[in-house]
């Protein structure tokens, strides 16, 4: 599952882990109770970096009862990432693949992977350039801030969660708000994010097997959507969305278009909405920041017609938005597993096959060496960066690993 997990207070200070390499991973101690611990700081990335400067920035550990080697080092995180697939497949607990589904892209490896993962990138890519696509998100923008008039108080990151679920689920679904099968969604899909985080045990009442009965029924409202464009498409009623296509196209049986519309809508809902939430917190409190913003998209806005749609292009020349984005995602942090497929040896290490492999994106993210003055959040630091798709790979690992598995 990837997380976003966000703190952001300027007092550790990562320049002092060490850099160089041990020779071996089996010199390297693992001592829970004399070493750094959880409460020695106020939150996991304190913990971390305390653990790194005690043992070294890889170090060895035991997670969720696995054998497990820990990455702080951009460099050896890079080449975690390059070799999936090959030296690495990706492994989660237990209770991801068991509420998800065993089809899910966060569970599936090699080839099967790299299927579904090109059928969802390439329907999408087609989609976004969709005239309809920055329309209806500006639509729903509008629809959600509308309904904060008259309200002291709002909870922001379920506002945004609000926002980009209802973005998702028009784009792969052609659902509106008001649509029942939205708030059925919606309702199962609250609990089935519950499970993602509990114990796998299957026990009727558990927070797990009501996540894996949520997942069922999310699945059967699809399902039924599905027969209902059949009927259409033979009527010659057929709409153009992601559902339609995944029905389109020949390389995805149904298990796998039911399974690929439910991971769309959990990165929807989790960690696109905490993404706009971390970078909302940020331009509250630099007017500076939000003033450039606002006037980057005021140009782009004057160089249309008075009545012309925003377009995909539109959004592409919108530079500064992109470097604001990147900051977020360089200060939000994701978590992948991964397992060792055998006996790998790099750079001295030698992680044992079947062991897992927690790389820590943050060890590249705050790394003064990379980043100056890495725990202030600064867009412009981006701009350096003429060519964005040739910088150095492990200057920022975003939320998925897709640019870097092939």
Avoid at 214 to 239: C, F, H, M, P
Wanted: hydrophobic residues 40%; aromatic residues 12%; contains cysteine.
């Amino acid at each position: 599952m990837a997380v976003l997990i966000f703190d952001h207070d300027g007092q550790d200070d990562i320049s002092q882990i060490r850099t160089k390499f041990y020779v071996d991973l089996s010199p390297i101690q693992h001592n829970p109770i004399e070493g750094p611990s959880p409460e020695d700081g106020a939150n996991v990335r304190k913990f971390l970096v305390g653990v790194a400067l005690w043992y070294g920035k890889i170090f060895r550990s035991h997670l969720f009862g696995h054998p497990t080697i820990v990455s702080c080092d951009a460099e050896f995180n890079s080449f975690i990432l390059q070799n999936e697939d090959r030296l690495f497949e990706s492994s989660y607990p237990k209770n991801i693949p068991g509420v998800l589904g065993e089809l899910t892209l966060l569970y599936v490896t090699g080839s099967e992977h790299k299927r579904l993962r090109g059928v969802a990138l390439d329907l999408f890519a087609g989609m976004r350039t969709n005239a309809s696509f920055i329309s209806d998100i500006e639509d729903n923008v509008l629809q959600v801030m509308d309904s904060w008039k008259n309200k002291e108080t709002l909870v922001f990151c379920d506002e945004t969660r609000k926002f980009t679920f209802r973005v998702i689920v028009k784009q792969i679904l052609s659902l509106r708000p008001e649509d029942p099968e939205t708030s059925e969604i919606l309702s199962n899909f609250k609990t089935f994010m519950r499970g993602l985080v509990s114990a796998p045990i299957n026990i009727p009442g558990t927070p797990y097997a009501k996540a894996i009965q949520a997942r069922r029924q999310i699945q059967e409202i699809v399902r039924n959507i599905w027969q209902r464009r059949e009927r259409e498409e033979q009527l010659g009623k057929g709409r153009r969305d992601f559902l339609d296509a995944l029905i389109a196209a020949d390389r995805v049986s149904e298990e796998e278009v039911l399974s690929l519309v439910l991971d769309l809508l959990l990165g929807g809902y989790e960690t696109t909405s905490m993404l706009i939430a971390v970078i909302v917190k940020f331009l509250s409190v630099n007017p500076k920041m939000l003033s450039d913003l606002k006037e980057e998209h005021l140009m782009v806005r004057r160089s249309k017609l008075e009545n012309e749609p925003m377009e995909w292009d539109d959004y592409k020349k919108m530079e500064f938005t992109q470097c604001l984005i990147n900051e977020a995602l360089r200060l939000g942090s994701v978590r992948l597993f991964f397992l060792s497929l055998g006996g790998v040896f790099n750079e001295g290490y030698h992680i044992p096959a079947g062991w897992k492999v927690l790389p820590i994106f943050s060890g590249a993210h705050l790394d003064p060496n990379l980043h100056p003055d890495p725990f202030r959040f600064d867009p412009s630091r981006w701009q350096e960066y003429d060519d964005w798709y040739r910088r150095p790979l492990y200057v920022l690992f975003p939320y998925e690993s897709f640019a870097i598995r092939n």
